[in-house]
Nanobody, 128 residues
Framework: QVQLVESGGGLVQPGGSLRLSCAAS????????INWFRQAPGKEREGVSC???????????AYVDSVKGRFTISRDSAKNTVYLQMNSLKPEDTAVYYC??????????????????WGKGTLVTVSS
């Protein structure tokens, strides 16, 4: 059974850091592009970041403008896990964060598009 499980969320002060994890079971994450989305209360879900499949070439990573320079996406093949390192967090980063994949090797333009598999999300709250 294909499953994605997010972890690492929590409460952090503005300017702080968190690292989110997306662990997979039932399939090998390396074969697929993995996306992070977030949904804040009362707002639409938005794409945050994406990393292309691990095919031996340098990974392609994409970010929404609001997190560029602050967030970094990466993968650990041995752990079958994708991470989202979030630094310099702001209150507007507060949201439930989800990892997802459409089952393909490439990131979609605009960090959007229908995804086939989703995790259940992890809550990130940035507040003093």
């Amino acid at each position: 059974q294909v499953q994605l499980v997010e972890s690492g969320g929590g409460l952090v002060q503005p300017g702080g850091s968190l690292r989110l994890s997306c662990a997979a079971s039932g399939f090998t994450l390396d074969r697929y592009a993995i996306n992070w989305f977030r949904q804040a209360p009362g707002k639409e879900r938005e794409g945050v970041s994406c990393i292309s499949s691990n095919d031996g070439s340098p990974a392609y990573a994409a970010y929404v403008d609001s997190v560029k320079g602050r967030f970094t996406i990466s993968r650990d093949s041995a752990k079958n896990t994708v991470y989202l390192q979030m630094n310099s967090l702001k209150p507007e980063d507060t949201a439930v964060y989800y990892c997802a994949t459409d089952g393909g090797p490439y990131c979609r333009g605009g960090l959007a598009g229908p995804m086939d598999y989703w995790g259940k999300g992890t809550l990130v709250t940035v507040s003093s």
